[in-house]
């Protein structure tokens, strides 16, 4: 080490550990950036991969949709001026195609003149539809279908989202309306 002429011992060392110091803290914050941005690129990779699977579901579910073949699987009934009904235990569905709606729906409810006392089948018909349209809304479906037998008329209507998730509607001639939250999939075979 050498000695510049008018500068003290002491006035080099501190400006030596002041050196050293700066060195210190441009590593640390060179290795806080380092950490901080593989922080973010890993963020930015886990919100990527949830984008893409939800654009191959949202696109799963319109091509469903789109086939005009798929069966709504209700959750949770909303009987009209009642409380909710889980139907996680009761098997129920209803299968659309456009040659034929096949509904197995419990029915919790008021029935009205013309009913046949005790043998109530819930929401259980079948019947080719008169009417059977689908139509694309901004957030997923709106599917209308209108099924006559001899005795009632049938009106359904479905909500269907993006995602999957469902709301129907079944309106009846001698029962009070009734709908049906749950999701719409592939019909089993």
């Known amino acids: 080490m050498f000695y510049l002429a008018g500068t003290s011992l002491v006035t080099m060392i501190k400006t030596s550990k002041i050196l050293i110091m700066k060195k210190h803290i441009c590593f640390l914050v060179a290795f806080s950036i380092v950490i901080v941005s593989t922080g973010f690129s890993q963020e930015k990779n886990s919100k990527i991969i949830k984008e893409e699977k939800t654009t191959q579901k949202k696109g799963r579910i319109e091509q469903l949709v789109n086939s005009q073949n798929f069966e709504f699987v209700g959750r949770t009934a909303f009987p009209l001026g009642s409380s909710p009904v889980e139907l996680s235990s009761n098997p129920n569905s209803v299968t659309f195609t456009p040659d034929l709606i096949f509904s197995d729906m419990p029915y919790y409810g008021t029935g009205y003149a013309g009913m046949a006392l005790g043998r109530d089948a819930g929401m259980s018909f079948q019947g080719k539809p008169e009417k059977f349209t689908i139509e694309r809304k901004a957030k997923g479906f709106e ?9 009632d008329t049938k009106t359904l209507s479905l909500s269907v989202s993006e995602s999957g998730s469902a709301m129907l509607t079944i309106s ?14 592939p019909i089993k075979k």
Do not use: C, F
């Open 143 to 151: 599917i209308s279908a209108v099924v006559k037998s001899k005795d």
């Open 172 to 185: 009846s001639n001698d029962r009070s309306t009734i709908s049906y939250q749950g999701e719409i999939r």
